[in-house]
């Protein structure tokens, strides 16, 4: 037993001057805690809210076109609405990662930007009068692509549309309810921010259900989603057998009946927009806290690793200089050279395996909606 | 021999039996209680449409909404075996319940689980309802003596659990690099009292934390063991688990191995436990029939199964010597072997699928096949790929593919090194099989973590 004893006191004499000698060692450079609140105060003050703020802006401004449009269907009041629209869809692409808050309960998203556009059911809601659209079904009925089927899609010129609108009122009804949903979810989040604003910060933690973490799943499915797969990598033909799915891509009709091809407009906006939160890049062009910034503090702590953030930021690079080579009419692009959309499709990806793998493994942000037990 | 012979006569008061299993069959109530409101075995078990199985264990899958009445048999067997009644039919009833639950899906793989199913599989052969225990009501008599291998042998697996984890945190990532602790504490946020909240990024804490969680894994058996540490090695125990329930979403495990290490006290102690919990029934549990020791039916069958049982618990978690490559890399023979929290482990993997008669392919869409929690979990586990991509084969075939391969397109960035490629691009996964064999289509990593 003696021996056992020796030996224990031996074991516990080694495994405490280890701890010690790394104690004296590593005092001198204190390492502050990273204040997360300050990643999420940036984006909520500076990014979040006033993108909101412009994007309520552009839509309050369509729905005066459209108003005006629908009273008077004429071709000046179609190039306004329809200039309208497309800023608005600029705009929306600094938005709709922020899948948070408000947001996440009026299903913001997908009521806003679902397509392709389900026409035969978008006809039937004309024709029926029907104006309730919270069911899922309707996700493809509404929102700024339905506003593309409904200026570009219900007639293949302008002429044709502007008749349309001129012979039957319940288009321009249905358009104005689509305006009147579109505006009401979004001056709700619009007048909810300033207070949940507050709770959004304060939550740094590293749970779940954090803010920050939310913020980042939020963004990087977004940016696998919503960006990679939904803008270039369906109507690619990624996922369909190398069969090109032209009709899938973003703003389909304006390009489709030649209105204006403004699809790449919208891809590359969508880039800028993800890569700024990545920096933390308000609209002004200052920059403040971000995901780029917490992981060059992480790599402070190890500076002989590689780091991540430059890696990230040429990949941003090469994804805006692969969408800048394709056709600004995303419809000639996929059925004339396919290749240069899977090209883009490529460099987006790179993003999507340095975000999921590298760093949200640095950051330790587990992804979304899993909840369960470790070990 | 004769020290043997003189061992497997020695016996120990019933008591301590008796609080472990009062323990154990509680706890485990609790947690399938709380894995039944959590609404993990709909989003686990039944959401799913494609489950992971272990090799060999393919026939073992969720039966639909039936799998609510199996956690329904098992919670209630787990109560049985808590109130000691009907025991040895409960506890054969819990351990299959639960194993089989286990095996429905991998995805789901904790260490605990392991080591509750092992541990209900020995309790088995263990006379834990003997006293303080609705069937010692029942019959009207209580036993004072168990055999003391009894108790001992839940010391033993224990002692292996415990020390193998300590074994497995001897690599070069946990103490030389810190990692993954450091990837967790720097990036946690934690106010705790006495220590606050700045310690946690600093380095020489991440490396006390490392060692200080090797040397106690290691020497955690002996200190409980030996009588005099024992008050302080279980206070350390608390601690210990105490501290990761606060840093880690780590479940029911810490509880389990604080309720467990009770069994290292002696029975005069348990007694006193029992006692004191069971005030209300002192009248009936004294009225009981004494008798001296229970006598274990077929005792040497079940010696025979218990050794065997030990002998593969210290073997097995040595099968990873068999496989060339980075055990934490490769992850062949890493499960079953007492590894936990060694790895901040993430993976991006995608799969291509080729049409060879119309010369085209395309990529797969994860979601439209598995859960958020099981796409995780197959990204950057070698077995899990493998099954997914004969999923994903035989789910074209019946679409009407014939001649199709299938290629992954994974990355996988471990313990704070960047992402590297995972699985060789070039080879088709279809033609690779199942099993235990080398899987060579892993690219290696060119770093050995295991070995220090």
Request: charged share 20%; proline share 3%.
């Amino acid at each position: 037993m003696k021996k056992f004893k020796y030996t224990l006191i031996s074991l516990f004499s080694i495994f405490l001057i280890i701890a010690c000698s790394g104690d004296s060692e590593e005092e001198q450079d204190n390492i502050p805690e990273f204040d997360r609140s300050t990643i999420l105060k940036n984006y909520a003050e500076n990014i979040i809210i006033p993108r909101y703020n412009d994007f309520k802006t552009d839509l309050d401004a369509l729905k005066i076109a459209v108003d005006d449009f629908v009273a008077n269907p004429n071709s000046v009041n179609f190039d306004k609405v329809h200039s309208q629209w497309f800023n608005a869809y600029k705009t929306w692409q600094h938005v709709e990662m922020f899948n948070i808050g408000k947001a996440e309960q009026l299903m913001y998203f997908n009521t806003m930007n679902t397509y392709p556009v389900d026409e035969l059911r978008i006809n039937d809601n004309i024709s029926s009068k029907r104006y309730e659209l919270s069911n899922a079904n309707d996700w493809s009925s509404q929102g700024l692509s339905g506003v593309d089927y409904m200026l570009h899609g219900v007639g293949d010129t302008k002429e044709k549309v502007i008749q349309k609108y001129l012979n039957d009122s319940n288009y321009g009804d249905y358009l104005k309810n689509l305006l009147a949903i579109m505006t009401k979810n979004t001056d709700d989040i619009v007048q909810d921010w300033p207070s949940y604003k507050d709770s959004f910060i304060q939550s740094s933690g590293n749970s779940n259900t954090s803010a920050l973490n939310m913020i980042t799943n939020d963004f990087v499915y977004y940016f696998e989603k919503g960006l990679r797969a939904n803008k270039i990598g369906i109507p690619a033909g990624v996922y369909s057998g190398g069969n090109t799915l032209p009709s899938k891509v973003e703003a389909y009709y304006s390009s489709k009946n030649s209105f204006q091809d403004i699809s790449k407009d919208l891809a590359k906006e969508a880039v800028i927009a993800s890569e700024n939160l990545f920096l933390g890049k308000a609209a002004t062009g200052a920059t403040g806290p971000s995901l780029k910034t917490y992981l060059d503090y992480i790599h402070a702590a190890d500076v002989n690793k590689e780091n991540l953030s430059p890696i990230i930021i040429s990949n941003f690079q090469k994804a805006k200089q692969a969408v800048d080579l394709l056709d600004s009419n995303f419809v000639d692009q996929i059925n004339n050279d396919k290749l240069k959309m899977l090209n883009a499709f490529d460099k987006l990806q790179a993003i999507v395996v340095n975000m999921k793998t590298n760093m949200l493994s640095l950051l330790s942000i587990q992804v979304d909606y899993i909840d369960a037990d470790g070990d | 021999m004769e020290i043997i012979k003189s061992y497997f006569s020695k016996k120990q008061e019933s008591s301590s039996l008796a609080l472990f299993r009062l323990g154990f069959g509680f706890l485990m109530t609790y947690s399938i209680i709380r894995f039944w409101f959590k609404g993990w075995i709909k989003t686990m078990y039944i959401d799913p449409s494609f489950h992971f199985t272990f090799y060999g264990f393919e026939w073992v899958k969720p039966i639909e909404e039936y799998t609510y009445i199996l956690f329904l048999i098992c919670g209630i067997s787990a109560f049985f075996v808590g109130i000691g009644y009907k025991y040895y039919l409960s506890i054969i009833t819990f351990f299959l319940s639960f194993t089989y639950i286990e095996l429905m899906d991998k995805t789901t793989y904790l260490n605990h689980y392991y080591f509750v199913s092992i541990l209900s599989f020995l309790m088995i052969f263990l006379p834990a309802n003997s006293s303080y225990s609705m069937d010692s009501y029942l019959s009207k008599k209580s036993f004072k003596y168990t055999p003391r291998w009894c108790v001992d042998s839940i010391k033993l697996l224990l002692f292996i659990v415990y020390f193998y984890a300590g074994l497995a945190k001897i690599n070069k990532d946990w103490l030389l690099e810190a990692q993954p602790l450091k990837i967790w504490l720097t990036t946690g946020s934690y106010d705790l009292p006495l220590i606050g909240s700045n310690i946690m990024q600093q380095e020489w804490f991440h490396y006390f934390m490392s060692w200080g969680g090797m040397f106690y894994d290691l020497l955690i058996p002996f200190i409980l063991l030996y009588h005099r540490t024992r008050i302080f090695g279980f206070i350390l125990v608390v601690f210990f688990h105490i501290f990761t329930v606060i840093l880690f979403p780590i479940g029911m495990f810490p509880y389990i191995m604080i309720i467990s290490s009770l069994i290292f006290f002696t029975s005069k102690t348990h007694k006193k436990i029992l006692d004191f919990i069971l005030k209300p029934f002192s009248k009936t549990l004294g009225s009981l029939k004494q008798i001296n020791t229970v006598n274990i039916r077929r005792e040497k069958i079940a010696l025979t199964v218990v050794t065997i049982f030990f002998i593969i618990q210290f073997i097995f978690p040595f099968r990873y010597a068999f496989y060339p490559g980075e055990l934490f890399w490769n992850e062949q023979g890493y499960r079953f072997s007492w590894r936990v929290m060694l790895m901040e482990k993430r993976g991006y993997t995608t799969f291509k699928i080729v049409d060879i008669e119309k010369g085209n392919s395309f990529y797969v869409m994860n979601d439209e096949f598995l859960t958020e929690f099981q796409e995780r979990q197959m990204s950057f586990q070698p077995d899990f790929i493998l099954e997914y991509a004969h999923h994903l084969g035989d789910h074209y075939k019946e679409l009407g593919y014939n001649n199709i391969e299938v290629y992954a397109d994974s990355y996988v960035a471990l313990n704070g090194r960047m992402s590297k490629r995972f699985v060789d691009p070039k080879v088709d996964l279809l033609k690779e099989k199942r099993g235990f064999n080398n899987k060579k289509w892993i690219l290696p990593l060119n770093e050995e973590i295991n070995k220090l």
